[in-house]
Nanobody, 122 residues
Framework: QVQLVESGGGSVQAGGSLNVSCAASGTINRYYSMGWFRQAPGKGREIVARINGNGRPEYADSVKGRFTISKDNVKITLYLEMNSLKPEDTAIYYC????????????????WGRGTQVTVSS
């Protein structure tokens, strides 16, 4: 079993910054792929960013240059630094983890957190 607990998020005006974190526990190790997904009201879940077991980050085009994903391999904690936020970034942000990076990339990760709300006002 793997537990993922998100924290951070909140409300900010457009152009502002927010950080979210995801603390992992249980039978997980540094080689798991981890990522951030989001789901806006009335829309499907989409990948925001992911980081493979080798530490290579990948980003959705919509957040490139504004968001930074990182991972503490000792604490097994995932971070997402969000800058230049836009109203369209408003969503619930979910942390996900899987041993299989392809599974995670396709939104089929085995483990998910409960999510944290990010709201960006114009």
């Amino acid at each position: 079993q793997v537990q993922l607990v998100e924290s951070g998020g909140g409300s900010v005006q457009a152009g502002g910054s927010l950080n979210v974190s995801c603390a992992a526990s249980g039978t997980i190790n540094r080689y798991y792929s981890m990522g951030w997904f989001r789901q806006a009201p009335g829309k499907g879940r989409e990948i925001v960013a992911r980081i493979n077991g080798n530490g290579r980050p990948e980003y959705a085009d919509s957040v490139k240059g504004r968001f930074t994903i990182s991972k503490d391999n000792v604490k097994i904690t995932l971070y997402l630094e969000m800058n230049s936020l836009k109203p369209e970034d408003t969503a619930i942000y979910y942390c996900a983890a899987d041993e299989n990076s392809a599974q995670l990339a396709h939104g089929l990760a085995q483990w998910w957190g409960r999510g944290t709300q990010v709201t960006v006002s114009s």
